[in-house]
């Protein structure tokens, strides 16, 4: 099993890129966004895969983080939800996207994809409300893309010169992990508590993680 590929763009495709790896080229299928956010030919990359196989294919996808990755495999369980379909959600909204979809029962978020019908963006969020806060608790950071060397290996890190504070976190997908985590050890379900993180994350996009929080807990306060 290939699970990262580190080296060189050699080529951009549609929906590819080919990446050389010391002499080796790798052709690694990525969503829309993941397309963008790579760099141009010629420089180093690095991306998660996931393999395909099939009886007359092999095919590798790629993932900028493993939580990306996750949700694709975890959309590809849902009966209907090929990697083509899988992938096209990913485009369509994003690994935090999918799960505060999911979370909030959004169908039509997911059916916003590319070759996405509602029964089967009604099938998605269903099969998958209990088993995404797991996901969505694993957090959202990314990889820096890799220093190479001459030959395409990765050259070790260098150590930063000066320890800086971290910043405060906004509402990245790490950011409603801890506010995920958080809500679960007070004692709310998984399912309850990651409905309300994703929709005070929609509600404040650049909300701190207490703040966060405190805006889950509010929603899930009792009315009336």
Known sequence: MIGRIAGRIDHRGADHVLIDVRGVGYIVH????????????????????DLLVREDLLQLFGFPTLIEKEWYR???????????????????LGPEGVGRAIALGDWNAVKAAQGVGPKIAQRVVNELKDKAPAVMA??????????????????????????????????????QA??????????????????????????????????????????LAPKG
């Open 30 to 49: 990525v969503s829309e966004r993941t397309l963008m956010a790579l760099p141009g030919v010629g420089e180093a990359t690095a991306l998660y895969t």
């Open 74 to 92: 975890l959309l590809i369980s849902v009966q209907g939800i090929g990697a083509k379909a899988a992938m096209a959600i990913l485009s369509a």
């Open 178 to 219: 801890e506010a995920l985590s958080a809500l679960t050890n007070l004692g709310y379900a998984p399912g309850e508590a990651a409905g309300a993180v994703a929709e005070a994350a929609g509600d404040d996009p650049e909300a701190t993680t207490p703040a966060l929080i405190r805006a889950a807990l509010r929603l």
């Open 138 to 175: 694993m957090g959202g950071g990314s990889d820096a893309a890799p220093v190479l060397d001459d030959e395409g290996v990765e050259a070790p890190a260098k150590a930063p010169a000066r320890a800086r504070p971290a910043p405060a976190r906004s509402t990245s997908g790490a950011a």
